[in-house]
C-alpha cells in the first residue's frame, strides 16, 4: 500500500491529527490537550489511534506539526519520532509558506493562524478572511497578494460560555446548538440564542469592519468544531471547512518536503 502523510495540529484544547494519502484526507482523530503528557505516553495514545483506525504505521512516512502550546511541542515531537521512526517537519518561521508576514513581530504569530492562512490563499488566490471558532475565534486576513495582514482575536464561543456558567449561579450547563427562535422563552433557549446568534453577528460586523479597513473584497471561509454552527446564521461566511488547518499542513509538508524530516531530539 502507499506511504501516507500524517499532520498534526496542537492546540489549547484538542490534539487533532489527519491522515492524508496524496491530497485525500482520509481519517482525522484527536486527543485532549494535556500539558503533562510524556513522549512516550504520547506515543502509545498515537499508535493506539492508529490502531483503532486500522492503519499500519509503517505506512506513515513523513509527518507535519504545528502547535500554539510550546511545551507539547518537542514532546509530540519525540512521540512520532519514537512511532515512526522519524522526526516530523514542525511549522516555524524558517519555513516556506508562500505567505508574506506583515506584522510587528512574525514570531508573535500562532502557527496555526498562518497554516489557516497558507490553506486559505491557496484555495482562493484572491484577498481571504479565516474566522477559525477554536478556543479563541480569530479572524485571519490574507491580501491578494498574498501577505499575511493580522487579524482579530475574540474569546471563543466555549470559554465565554464557561465565563459567564461560572460567574452566574442560577445558570446551569447547556449544549451549545440553535434556539427555536432568536427570543428565547426559557432560559436554555436565551442562552443557546445568544451565543449562536451573537456569534453569528459578531462574525458580520466584524467581517464589515475588516474588509471596510483593507479597501478590497475578501472570501470569507470559516473553519474549526462549531464553524458549520455559527456560519449558517451569517451573511458573510461563504464557506465552511472544518479541515481547513489540516490542508494546510498538508499544503506546507509538499512545499517544504525537500527539506526532509526534522528529527526529534
Given at each position: 500500500?502507499?506511504?501516507?502523510?500524517?499532520?498534526?495540529?496542537?492546540?489549547?484544547?484538542?490534539?487533532?491529527?489527519?491522515?492524508?494519502?496524496?491530497?485525500?484526507?482520509?481519517?482525522?482523530?484527536?486527543?485532549?490537550?494535556?500539558?503533562?503528557?510524556?513522549?512516550?505516553?504520547?506515543?502509545?495514545?498515537?499508535?493506539?489511534?492508529?490502531t483503532?483506525?486500522?492503519?499500519d504505521?509503517?505506512r506513515?512516512?513523513?509527518?507535519?506539526?504545528?502547535?500554539?502550546?510550546?511545551?507539547?511541542?518537542?514532546?509530540?515531537?519525540?512521540?512520532?519520532?519514537?512511532?515512526?521512526?522519524?522526526?516530523?517537519?514542525?511549522?516555524?518561521?524558517?519555513?516556506?509558506t508562500?505567505i508574506?508576514?506583515?506584522?510587528?513581530?512574525?514570531?508573535?504569530?500562532?502557527?496555526?493562524?498562518?497554516?489557516?492562512?497558507?490553506?486559505?490563499?491557496?484555495?482562493?488566490?484572491?484577498?481571504?478572511?479565516?474566522?477559525?471558532?477554536g478556543t479563541?475565534?480569530?479572524?485571519d486576513?490574507v491580501?491578494?497578494?498574498?501577505?499575511y495582514?493580522?487579524?482579530?482575536?475574540?474569546?471563543?464561543?466555549?470559554?465565554?460560555?464557561?465565563?459567564?456558567l461560572?460567574?452566574?449561579?442560577?445558570?446551569t450547563?447547556?449544549?451549545i446548538?440553535?434556539?427555536p427562535?432568536?427570543?428565547?422563552?426559557?432560559?436554555?433557549?436565551?442562552?443557546?440564542?445568544g451565543v449562536?446568534?451573537?456569534?453569528?453577528?459578531?462574525?458580520?460586523?466584524?467581517?464589515?469592519?475588516?474588509?471596510?479597513e483593507?479597501?478590497?473584497?475578501?472570501?470569507?471561509?470559516?473553519?474549526?468544531?462549531?464553524?458549520?454552527?455559527?456560519?449558517?446564521?451569517?451573511?458573510?461566511?461563504?464557506?465552511?471547512?472544518?479541515?481547513?488547518?489540516?490542508d494546510?499542513?498538508?499544503?506546507?509538508?509538499?512545499?517544504?518536503?525537500?527539506?526532509?524530516?526534522?528529527?526529534?531530539?
Amino acid at each position: 500500500m502507499p506511504p501516507v502523510l500524517l499532520v498534526v495540529d496542537i492546540g489549547n484544547t484538542n490534539v487533532v491529527f489527519g491522515i492524508y494519502d496524496d491530497r485525500q484526507l482520509v481519517r482525522t482523530f484527536r486527543f485532549s490537550t494535556v500539558r503533562g503528557r510524556t513522549a512516550d505516553e504520547h506515543g502509545v495514545l498515537l499508535h493506539q489511534m492508529l490502531t483503532l483506525h486500522g492503519l499500519d504505521t509503517k505506512r506513515v512516512e513523513s509527518a507535519i506539526l504545528a502547535s500554539v502550546v510550546p511545551p507539547l511541542t518537542d514532546v509530540m515531537a519525540l512521540a512520532i519520532q519514537h512511532v515512526f521512526g522519524h522526526g516530523p517537519l514542525i511549522v516555524s518561521p524558517g519555513l516556506d509558506t508562500g505567505i508574506t508576514v506583515v506584522y510587528d513581530n512574525p514570531k508573535d504569530v500562532g502557527a496555526d493562524r498562518i497554516v489557516n492562512a497558507v490553506a486559505a490563499y491557496d484555495r482562493v488566490h484572491a484577498g481571504v478572511i479565516v474566522v477559525d471558532f477554536g478556543t479563541a475565534t480569530t479572524f485571519d486576513c490574507v491580501s491578494p497578494k498574498a501577505e499575511y495582514l493580522g487579524g482579530v482575536i475574540v474569546p471563543g464561543i466555549q470559554v465565554s460560555l464557561d465565563a459567564l456558567l461560572g460567574n452566574a449561579a442560577k445558570l446551569t450547563r447547556i449544549e451549545i446548538a440553535e434556539a427555536p427562535r432568536v427570543v428565547g422563552q426559557n432560559t436554555t433557549h436565551a442562552i443557546q440564542s445568544g451565543v449562536v446568534n451573537g456569534y453569528a453577528s459578531l462574525v458580520d460586523g466584524l467581517v464589515d469592519k475588516i474588509t471596510a479597513e483593507l479597501g478590497f473584497p475578501c472570501d470569507v471561509i470559516a473553519t474549526g468544531g462549531l464553524a458549520a454552527l455559527i456560519s449558517r446564521h451569517t451573511r458573510s461566511v461563504q464557506s465552511v471547512d472544518e479541515h481547513l488547518t489540516l490542508d494546510g499542513l498538508r499544503i506546507l509538508h509538499a512545499r517544504n518536503s525537500t527539506r526532509g524530516q526534522t528529527q526529534a531530539s
